[in-house]
């Protein structure tokens, strides 16, 4: 595996003090403008808000419980939308699809430029319809913090602190690959 995506992982001891350069904010976006798009669409769209703005900010009003405490010190918040058109369930599935490859690679991309990448779904998406004038044939599904790791865990509340310690855990293969049908383990016959 390569190792941008075996170290990447979604951390939340973010630097309250770290800033992104539109540069590498650029970067990260582009890398999810060139994700892999079913029939050419590219229906992916982004709310790109940076600490201190006013988009973070009502972003950060956006967020559910759980993302409140600690999502407010990323550098950047990225709104990630794609179509809403669930009368068109091909468009509507595939454009889920396409948001999904955007934010992986925005994530890659992040780590690649020495940040961390934490996908949220705990934000309010009829808010951020309202307040960002989101179109009717678009929905808010992600939004992406992306910041710098604190130096010095000991500055992080206790929940975050004890959140980011736990290890790093997939379900193994064998469990999830399966080959003649479900539930019959790939095997590479090694």
């Given at each position: 595996?390569?190792?941008?995506?075996?170290?990447?992982?979604?951390?939340?001891g973010?630097?309250?003090?770290?800033?992104?350069?539109?540069?590498?904010?650029?970067?990260?976006?582009?890398?999810?403008?060139?994700?892999?798009?079913w029939?050419?669409?590219?229906?992916?769209?982004?709310?790109?808000?940076?600490r201190?703005?006013?988009?973070?900010?009502?972003?950060?009003?956006l967020?559910?419980?759980?993302?409140?405490?600690?999502a407010?010190?990323?550098?950047?918040?990225?709104?990630?939308?794609?179509?809403?058109?669930?009368?068109?369930?091909?468009?509507?599935?595939?454009?889920?699809?396409?948001?999904?490859?955007?934010?992986?690679?925005?994530?890659?991309?992040?780590?690649?430029?020495?940040?961390?990448?934490?996908?949220?779904?705990?934000?309010?998406?009829?808010?951020?319809?309202?307040?960002?004038?989101?179109?009717?044939?678009?929905?808010?599904?992600?939004?992406?913090?992306?910041?710098?790791?604190?130096?010095?865990?000991?500055?992080?509340?206790?929940?975050?602190?004890?959140?980011?310690?736990?290890p790093?855990?997939?379900?193994?293969?064998d469990?999830?690959?399966?080959?003649g049908?479900?539930?019959?383990?790939?095997?590479?016959?090694?």
């Amino acid at each position: 595996m390569h190792e941008l995506i075996e170290s990447r992982w979604s951390a939340r001891g973010y630097d309250p003090t770290a800033t992104i350069s539109a540069d590498d904010l650029t970067e990260i976006l582009e890398a999810g403008r060139w994700a892999a798009t079913w029939g050419k669409v590219q229906p992916v769209r982004f709310v790109v808000g940076i600490r201190g703005d006013t988009t973070f900010t009502a972003m950060t009003e956006l967020l559910t419980r759980g993302n409140k405490p600690w999502a407010p010190a990323a550098s950047a918040l990225v709104m990630v939308c794609t179509t809403d058109d669930p009368d068109d369930a091909k468009a509507h599935d595939y454009g889920a699809v396409d948001l999904g490859l955007a934010v992986a690679q925005m994530s890659i991309q992040a780590v690649a430029l020495g940040f961390n990448a934490h996908p949220m779904a705990g934000f309010d998406t009829e808010g951020a319809r309202v307040r960002f004038a989101v179109p009717d044939d678009k929905r808010a599904m992600v939004v992406l913090a992306v910041g710098r790791l604190a130096d010095d865990p000991s500055t992080l509340s206790p929940e975050v602190r004890e959140r980011d310690s736990l290890p790093r855990r997939r379900l193994p293969l064998d469990e999830i690959a399966f080959a003649g049908s479900w539930g019959q383990a790939f095997t590479t016959g090694a």
